[in-house]
């Protein structure tokens, strides 16, 4: 192996690197030992010398390195498909009917600025940082001998790769790929755009949460807010649900939802309607003095994207998650469930939970927990990387 480049750490910097955080800010660098191209392969040392481990360099990133192996190692086609074949082995174990799913999830799967979805026979690949990017033909090559796939797309319009120096890139980038494909969770059909739908295309991450909450249906009237294609309502109405009303801001997600409704047999109780879930539930709960709101509903599912792009944006996203929490119980029935998540880094599941409770007190409501919910096996948890755990979520009934 060619000598690399190293990357002397300050003192005491090198204990979050040894417990297997892999991001190496560029305040705990000490010095470079010897110059070092943006995407390079380095090696990372203590200020006594010890090897902590390699990865990737870039100067203009705020993280100097990312951490690939605490040992030397070579990286090549065979390194990715090693760590893949790992990856997708955790995949097999803990979804093993799954034909969707994430295959690679960056930090958690040790491939930091990598994420690798599989839609089928279709694979969405994204590279966040500059050395995942530049070595991307390594990383296709690894995945045609891997999976075969029909197609392989990049949808490379995350907002950290400008932190890289990256530009956006959209587009098949091996085999064929036109219109969009239909995707199988659970046993139901989700018509998918790839190309240009919500992040690589579906909320993969929830997999397993759908026939959490739908389990929680049976015979309800269910209200699904921002419904994306469906996911939560039509597993419900397969559930067993008497009636399942739907409510996203998109126009088209809306129409992908019905579509799907009806290609999973679910259009007789199912209703579609594209709006603005504040506004919507805002009319719903308006009432004149001395009038009472009537709860129409036995389960409230509020699945909203993130409200928090970083720190500075919290305290507004916590006033967002109350106002939808606090219209939403003066819609749900006595003994009714309520479904919420958050799949913001940034509101941990205390803080998010204090804020569901703080709307249930202003709604003089009282609430009884009865599931916990996480993101899917296929987004693994580290626990000594934060960033890997983001989704968090909770059942409550409505006691009173």
């Known amino acids: 192996m060619q000598a690399l480049p190293t990357v002397l750490l300050r003192p005491s910097e090198a204990d979050r690197i040894l417990a297997g955080h892999p991001w190496i800010y560029h305040g705990s660098v000490l010095r470079l030992t010897q110059p070092a191209a943006d995407g390079d392969l380095v090696q990372v040392k203590d200020h006594r010398q010890r090897l902590l481990g390699v990865g990737f360099y870039n100067s203009k990133s705020k993280i100097n390195v990312r951490v690939l192996s605490p040992e030397r190692v070579e990286v090549n086609q065979s390194f990715f498909e090693e760590r893949i074949r790992a990856a997708l082995a955790i995949r097999q174990k803990h979804l093993p009917n799954a034909t969707s799913f994430r295959v690679v999830n960056a930090e958690s799967d040790f491939l930091s600025g990598l994420i690798v979805d599989k839609y089928e026979d279709v694979l969405v690949v994204q590279t966040s940082s500059l050395g995942m990017d530049q070595r991307k033909q390594m990383i296709l090559s690894a995945l045609q001998a891997l999976f075969s796939p029909r197609a392989i797309l990049e949808r490379n319009e995350l907002s950290s790769r400008k932190f890289e120096g990256?530009?956006?890139?959209?587009?098949?980038?091996?085999?064929?790929?036109?219109?969009?494909?239909?995707?199988?969770?659970?046993?139901?059909?989700?018509?998918?755009?790839?190309?240009?739908?919500?992040?690589?295309?579906?909320?993969l991450d929830q997999q397993l949460n759908y026939q959490l909450v739908a389990s929680l249906a049976m015979g309800a009237h269910v209200l699904d807010c921002f419904c994306f294609l469906g996911g939560f309502g039509l597993h419900a109405a397969r559930a067993g649900a008497a009636q399942v009303h739907f409510l996203d801001q998109s126009g088209d997600a809306i129409a992908a939802a019905t579509r799907n409704a009806a290609a999973n047999g679910l259009a007789d109780k199912c209703s579609f309607e594209a709006a603005n879930v504040f506004d919507w539930l805002k009319a719903q709960t308006a009432v004149k003095p001395h009038e009472k709101v009537i709860p129409r509903w036995d389960v409230i599912i509020l699945d909203p994207p993130s409200f928090t792009r970083n720190r500075a944006s919290v305290p507004d996203a916590l006033r967002g998650y109350k106002e939808i929490h606090l219209r939403a119980l003066k819609l749900l029935k006595p003994g009714g469930t309520l479904a919420t998540f958050c799949c913001s880094h940034h509101v941990d599941a205390n803080l998010f939970q204090d804020t569901v409770l703080s709307a249930a007190f202003d709604a003089r409501k009282l609430l009884r927990r009865v599931t916990t919910y996480s993101q899917s096996p296929d987004h693994p948890i580290i626990p000594m990387i934060p960033e890997t755990e983001y989704l968090k979520g909770f059942a409550y009934e409505l006691v009173r």
């Open 166 to 203: 990256l530009p956006d890139a959209n587009g098949v980038i091996s085999g064929e790929l036109t219109g969009p494909v239909t995707v199988n969770l659970n046993g139901l059909k989700f018509e998918t755009d790839l190309l240009g739908g919500h992040k690589t295309g579906l909320y």
